[in-house]
Structure formats: C-alpha cells, structure tokens
C-alpha cells in the first residue's frame, strides 16, 4: 500500500467517515488524548488527525497541531475547530506522517490514533514520532493489530493483498510493530468494541 491509495481512501470515506466511524473508535480516542493531555500547558502533535473528532476532547490550556494527508479531512476538521471554537488548536496542516517539517522535540506529547496500519513505512512513521516528540515524552498510539485469535487472524492474513483496496493493512503484527518502530511501551491494553484494538502507551527514549 503506498501514499496515493491512502489518499483515495481517505478521499472516498471523507463525507462519511464521522458517521462510520466515529462512535466505533471513540472509546480509544478519549482514553488517548486523556494519557497524553494529563498536564496543563503541553505541546501536543496529533498524526493524522483526520476529521478533527479528538480535538474536543483535550484540555484548553493545551497548545494542540494536528496533522493529516488528505485534504478533505482536514478541511472537515478546520470546520470542526470554527464551530466549536477550540481555542487549544494551534495548528491544523497537511503533512506526512513520515516526513514532517516540524523541528525536533517539538512537542511533549504525540497521538497516532488508527494510523500505524495505513502508513507506507510503520518504521519511518515511528521515528519521525520519536523525532519530532521531546526526550522522555508520551506517545500514544491507538490501531488495530493482528488478532490473537487463530481463526480472525487467518482471515486478517487472507486480506493482506487488498491493502491498497481497504485503505490499511489487516494483518499488522503488534510485536513487529514494535520492535520496528523502536518504541519504548510501557502500557498496552484492548480497546473500543470487543478489544479489537490496542492502545499503547509508550515514552519517547531517545536513545531507542
């Protein structure tokens, strides 16, 4: 799967995606953005950040970027931001997860919530993170990953090659996610309907 089938994804689901999938994920978007908005007055990078349905929930006295390579689902998101007027949102720019023009360190906190499996390079995508995050800060990122159960994961595998068709990789490994990605992980616990998902709670060890 490379960029461009992201972004025909992304293109295709942008009118509906709130309503797809919205309430599905939002059990692992608030516990997100509660892990890593915990203190007052954070610099806080949310990747891919899509329609913009985790910018409410973080605190006002944050200073909020998100970033994202569909157009279409930022410019939902920068309308998302006017109507609610979220004045934590600093910053809304299309950008590449796997090469962003931010400095290093510059942020205390980032989120990547159910982008692991839709990037082209999950190991580039985890060092930019580790880059653009300060030394010892948190790093959240929510997605789905292989099933531990024999049956689901035979049925992920099977989906494999239609990657670029379905928009992510259905069969994504945690362990090799994280040995990869060079990720310190200090929590990882089920999320959203039935577990499906994970959430990983990590700290940015720059030495990684």
């Not at 349905?53 to 944050?62: A, G, K, N």
């Not at 930022?74 to 934590?88: H, P, S």
């Not at 030394?135 to 090659?161: Q, Y």
Request: charged content about 25%; aromatic content about 10%; proline content about 5%.
């Amino acid at each position: 799967m490379d960029l461009q089938d992201t972004l025909k994804t992304y293109r295709l689901f942008s009118g509906s995606y709130d309503f797809v999938f919205g309430p599905i994920f939002h059990p692992g978007r608030k516990a997100a953005v509660r892990i890593a908005n915990n203190l007052p007055g954070q610099r806080i990078l949310e990747v891919g950040v899509g329609t913009g349905l985790s910018l409410p929930y973080f605190r006002p006295d944050s200073e909020v970027t998100g970033i994202d390579v569909s157009a279409e689902m930022l410019a939902k998101a920068k309308a998302r931001v006017a109507r609610r007027r979220l004045v934590q949102v600093k910053g809304l720019h299309v950008m590449d997860a796997e090469q962003t023009s931010f400095a290093d360190n510059s942020f205390d906190a980032v989120l990547a919530l159910y982008v692991a499996s839709v990037v082209p390079n999950p190991a580039r995508f985890a060092a930019e993170i580790r880059r653009v995050c300060r030394p010892g800060g948190t790093v959240v990122i929510v997605n789905h990953f292989t099933s531990d159960s024999w049956l689901v994961s035979r049925f992920e595998k099977a989906l494999a090659p239609l990657a670029g068709k379905i928009g992510f990789h259905a069969d994504f490994p945690l362990d090799d996610f994280i040995e990869v990605g060079k990720l310190e992980v200090r929590d990882i616990r089920p999320s959203n309907l039935f577990g499906y998902w994970k959430l990983l709670r990590c700290v940015n060890d720059k030495a990684a």
